[in-house]
T-cell receptor, first 115, second 115 residues
Framework: AQKITQTQPGMFVQEKEAVTLDCTYD???????LFWYKQPSSGEMIFLIY??????QNATEGRYSLNFQKARKSANLVISASQLGDSAMYFC????????????FGDGTTLTVKP | GAVVSQHPSWVICKSGTSVKIECRSL??????MFWYRQFPKQSLMLMAT?????????EQGVEKDKFLINHASLTLSTLTVTSAHPEDSSFYIC???????????FGNGTRLTVT
């Protein structure tokens, strides 16, 4: 069975600094996709970044980058130059295979950016 | 990007009544949609996978007679909470996926309060 572990229930970061949110996963599949989503207090889920299991390079999207270490089964999210609007809950998720299968979500990390 | 519309965004109903929540993919065809339930400050719990033209697949522990899911077209899936009780009060969120490596596209969620 697939499992996603986010060990940081809450994190604080100073505005303009970088922060790393941890995510480890467990799967027996060779093909899988890893995703990070942001959920502000308003409730909507916002897709941030994707990493495929066969991707050799770490994914980057603007201020977001994914530190993918396949052997360690980790997919940490790095947010650079934190902004107050980054305060939200962040979920790491994994999809079975590479098709439109269901996703497994971690318990989430609440990030608070301090001014 | 792909848009998923969920309606209503919030609903208050009396115990014993039924509530229908709609999830529409506005600019793409979604053969598969997912329904999640989320308690405050917790992760998304997958309730069921909704497949167009066939019966939904429910996760273990989810009562299929209580949470009726219909996916009659490629753009619409509905979740009906039948004979709602206060313990059904929660945040319900739907998502749809394209193919291959595309992320889940989420509706904005429905906050259900049963009095």
């Amino acid at each position: 069975a697939q499992k996603i572990t986010q060990t940081q229930p809450g994190m604080f970061v100073q505005e303009k600094e970088a922060v790393t949110l941890d995510c480890t996963y467990d799967t027996s599949d060779q093909s899988y996709g890893l995703f990070w989503y942001k959920q502000p207090s308003s409730g909507e889920m916002i897709f941030l970044i994707y990493q495929g299991s066969y991707d050799e390079q770490n994914a980057t999207e603007g201020r977001y980058s994914l530190n993918f270490q396949k052997a360690r089964k980790s997919a940490n999210l790095v947010i650079s130059a934190s902004q107050l609007g980054d305060s939200a809950m962040y979920f790491c998720a994994m999809r079975e295979g590479l098709n439109a299968g269901k996703s497994t979500f971690g318990d989430g990390t609440t990030l608070t950016v301090k001014p | 990007g792909a848009v998923v519309s969920q309606h209503p965004s919030w609903v208050i109903c009396k115990s014993g009544t039924s509530v229908k929540i709609e999830c529409r993919s506005l600019d793409f065809q979604a053969t598969t949609m997912f329904w999640y339930r989320q308690f405050p400050k917790q992760s998304l719990m997958l309730m069921a996978t909704s497949n167009e033209g066939s019966k939904a697949t429910y996760e273990q522990g989810v009562e299929k007679d209580k949470f009726l899911i219909n996916h009659a077209s490629l753009t619409l899936s509905t979740l009906t909470v039948t004979s709602a009780h206060p313990e059904d009060s929660s945040f319900y969120i739907c998502s749809a996926s394209g193919y291959n490596n595309s992320p889940l596209h989420f509706g904005n969620g429905t906050r259900l309060t049963v009095t």
